[in-house]
T-cell receptor, first 114, second 113 residues
Framework: EPEVTQTPSHQVTQMGQEVILRCVPISNHLYFYWYRQILGQKVEFLVSFYNNEISEKSEIFDDQFSVERPDGSNFTLKIRSTKLEDSAMYFC????????????FGQGTRLTVV | GENVEQHPSTLSVQEGDSAVIKCTYSDSASNYFPWYKQELGKRPQLIIDIRSNVGEKKDQRIAVTLNKTAKHFSLHITETQPEDSAVYFCAAPHNNAGNMLTFGGGTRLMVKP
């Protein structure tokens, strides 16, 4: 069964450093998302991406964040200058059709900022 | 935007009993309501979803009911088993534009053998 894959599974970085989280969505999917889950809390929407541009973003997704689809398969989330409060599990998700279809989640990248 | 409230935050049941988790949402235009199960350290996985054109949907031991007038939907698990123990999240479209989801706060379900 096709699945969304994310790398790395765990990233430790120093405060102020840049990190790039990588995702390979399911190949025929058109809509891509990043979500964040701080330990023990709910899953929070960050950004959605369609047709090579951001279609919506939340208040969390400030100027420190950016997304890119550098080639036909990868979808990346960059945090320019990490803060302690960026420590969380980051989930990539994708779906084939925006109209009320299942979003498939990757296994997540645990980001720890020290 | 959408606001989703979920209750209870924790639920402990005896194996074989039923479990019910409830969610309310704020945007009356929302028309898609998925439920995700998240085991410790793992990704959220869809277990059932319902669209606004139906009031109930069932899949083996799991059912979801939707009341559009009251803007609430519920997850029902019957004959619970220890492997049902997990955190369950309800969700609704962020702005009814599709699958940009707003999640509820989660319910930690513990099924005691």
């Amino acid at each position: 069964e096709p699945e969304v894959t994310q790398t790395p599974s765990h990233q430790v970085t120093q405060m102020g450093q840049e990190v790039i989280l990588r995702c390979v969505p399911i190949s025929n999917h058109l809509y891509f998302y990043w979500y964040r889950q701080i330990l023990g809390q709910k899953v929070e929407f960050l950004v959605s991406f369609y047709n090579n541009e951001i279609s919506e973003k939340s208040e969390i997704f400030d100027d420190q964040f950016s997304v890119e689809r550098p080639d036909g398969s990868n979808f990346t989330l960059k945090i320019r200058s990490t803060k302690l409060e960026d420590s969380a599990m980051y989930f990539c998700a994708s779906n084939e059709d925006r109209a009320n279809t299942e979003a498939f989640f990757g296994q997540g990248t645990r980001l720890t900022v020290v | 935007g959408e606001n989703v409230e979920q209750h209870p935050s924790t639920l402990s049941v005896q194996e074989g009993d039923s479990a019910v988790i409830k969610c309310t949402y704020s945007d009356s235009a929302s028309n898609y309501f998925p439920w995700y199960k998240q085991e410790l350290g793992k990704r959220p996985q869809l277990i059932i979803d319902i669209r606004s054109n139906v009031g109930e949907k069932k899949d083996q031991r799991i059912a979801v009911t939707l009341n559009k007038t009251a803007k609430h939907f519920s997850l029902h698990i019957t004959e619970t088993q220890p492997e049902d123990s997990a955190v369950y999240f309800c969700a609704a479209p962020h702005n009814n534009a599709g699958n940009m989801l707003t999640f509820g706060g989660g319910t930690r379900l513990m099924v005691k053998p």
